[in-house]
T-cell receptor, first 115, second 112 residues
Framework: DSGVTQTPKHLITATGQRVTLRCSPRSGDLSVYWYQQSLDQGLQFLIQYYNGEERAKGNILERFSAQQFPDLHSELNLSSLELGDSALYFC??????????????FGPGTRLTVL | DAKTTQPNSMESNEEEPVHLPCNHSTISGTDYIHWYRQLPSQGPEYVIH???SNVNNRMASLAIAEDRKSSTLILHRATLRDAAVYYC?????????????FGEGTQLTVNP
């Protein structure tokens, strides 16, 4: 158990819909990362937040957005869903972001299926 | 980011050592070498990291070539629970920041 929690575990929805994925980082970790894992793209970094502020952006679509709240939990919002958005979405938190030696702790993931 | 090259798959027998290679010929002097693994149906999990010297922890050992163009993750006694995809990742603060850039990884199969 990494200490990172994600809800829901599974999500099935239809094209065009909007969903929200939730992540609670490990106690004391200020930084949250979102990654997407699909069969064709592998594991890809989407976005990072640190203490409520966006820190880095990766291959995140404009239809996707995220935020980190004062209690440090984070939400990833996916809108106008397409079939290709079906994937596993992982959240990770870090014990010492900004260094090259920090460890990222990953949650169990949310499996999104778009029908 | 500097690229890494790993074999697509490797096989091992239970209780035998496993050496997982990673080539990173374009590594720069400040790149750290990290290894993560992903067990079936789970999120990735940190294994070990190093810069120049060999490193040991409770999970594995990391052997880094003198020229740093390659490294090897060593599992001293493989168990069935070690069956996973192993990712070798270079972390360069200038270009990648805190993000992890995952490649294809090596699928390790452990035979009983």
């Amino acid at each position: 158990d990494s200490g990172v929690t994600q809800t829901p575990k599974h999500l099935i929805t239809a094209t065009g819909q909007r969903v929200t994925l939730r992540c609670s980082p490990r106690s004391g970790d200020l930084s949250v990362y979102w990654y997407q894992q699909s069969l064709d793209q592998g594991l890809q970094f989407l976005i990072q937040y640190y203490n409520g502020e966006e820190r880095a952006k990766g291959n995140i679509l404009e239809r996707f957005s995220a935020q980190q709240f004062p209690d440090l939990h984070s939400e990833l919002n996916l809108s106008s869903l397409e079939l290709g958005d079906s994937a596993l979405y992982f959240c990770a938190s870090s014990d010492d972001p900004g260094t090259l030696t920090d460890t990222q702790y990953f949650g169990p993931g949310t499996r999104l299926t778009v029908l | 980011d500097a690229k890494t090259t790993q074999p697509n798959s490797m096989e091992s027998n239970e209780e035998e050592p496993v050496h997982l290679p990673c080539n990173h010929s374009t590594i720069s002097g400040t790149d750290y070498i990290h290894w993560y693994r992903q067990l079936p149906s789970q999120g990735p999990e940190y294994v070990i990291h190093g810069l120049t010297s060999n490193v040991n922890n409770r999970m594995a050992s990391l052997a880094i070539a003198e020229d740093r163009k390659s490294s090897t993750l060593i599992l001293h006694r493989a168990t069935l629970r070690d069956a996973a995809v192993y990712y070798c990742i270079l972390r360069d603060g200038e270009t990648s920041g805190s993000r992890l850039t995952f490649g294809e990884g090596t699928q390790l199969t452990v035979n009983p």
